[in-house]
């Protein structure tokens, strides 16, 4: 398997343009995760899907913050307008319904946001 | 409300000597307890877990951790520790009841050779 995909691993945009992250979760899981990462904050919860639905959108920082799951095997974090302040490392993470099972990570997308 | 916390930034140890990196937790049920592991530039990796059972867990790279009830603990520790463990630690808990995973701010290990 080739483990949790995400792309761009770079993102460098300016201030008020409108930046669209993906992911791509392992085969056959059924939660996906977005975190943010900042040295400020350390790593936060963004956002949860399960079965291609949203069960707690609570972390998304405010409504310039939008996130998709159309089907199971992809998913999109879209910020509009971004800021300075959403520069960071973006993650998504994927596990299987055994209430047990680990998250496994993707490798991130670093945004900088000029 | 879930918790961790992760009481030293930073630990260092030379190589070859015992490693423990500090975790405790507060949770309002039984917890799910796990460790993850963050080299430069690379996303979290698994370490290892606590879910029922034996108090203490073996996981990945030699590494294992102690969970204690009574001190909400769950401290992670290598024996012998290698300079290739020099990476940024998280601890991390949910709820039973719950997916959402509580992350503590990260441990960074340097082991010096």
């Known amino acids: 398997d080739a483990g949790v995909i995400q792309s761009p691993r770079h993102e460098v945009t300016e201030m008020g343009q409108e930046v669209t992250l993906r992911c791509k979760p392992i085969?056959?899981?059924?939660?996906l995760f977005w975190y943010r990462q900042t040295m400020m904050r350390g790593l936060e919860l963004l956002i949860y899907f399960n079965n291609n639905v949203p069960i707690d959108d609570s972390g998304m920082p405010e409504d310039r913050f939008s996130a998709k799951m159309p089907n199971a095997s992809f998913s999109t974090l879209k910020i509009q307008p971004s800021e300075p302040r959403d520069s960071a490392v973006y993650f998504c993470?994927?596990?299987?319904?055994?209430?047990?099972?680990?998250?496994?990570f993707g490798p991130g997308t670093r945004l900088t946001v000029l | 409300a879930q918790s961790v916390a992760q009481p030293e930034d930073q630990v260092n140890v030379a190589e070859g000597n015992p490693l423990t990196v500090k975790c405790t937790y507060s949770?309002?049920?039984?917890?799910?307890l796990f460790w993850y592991v963050q080299y430069p530039n690379r996303g979290l990796q698994f370490l290892l877990k606590y879910i029922t059972g034996d108090n203490l867990v073996k996981g990945s790279y030699g590494f294992e951790a102690e969970f204690n009830k009574s001190q909400t603990s769950f401290h992670l520790k290598k024996p012998s520790a290698l300079v290739s463990d020099s990476a940024l630690y998280f601890c991390a808990v949910r709820d039973r009841n719950d997916y959402k995973l509580s992350f503590g701010a990260g441990t960074t290990v340097t082991v010096r050779a």
């Open positions: 949770v309002s049920g039984n917890p799910y």
């Open positions: 085969s056959g899981h059924d939660y």
């Open positions: 993470a994927s596990s299987s319904a055994g209430a047990y099972d680990e998250q496994f």
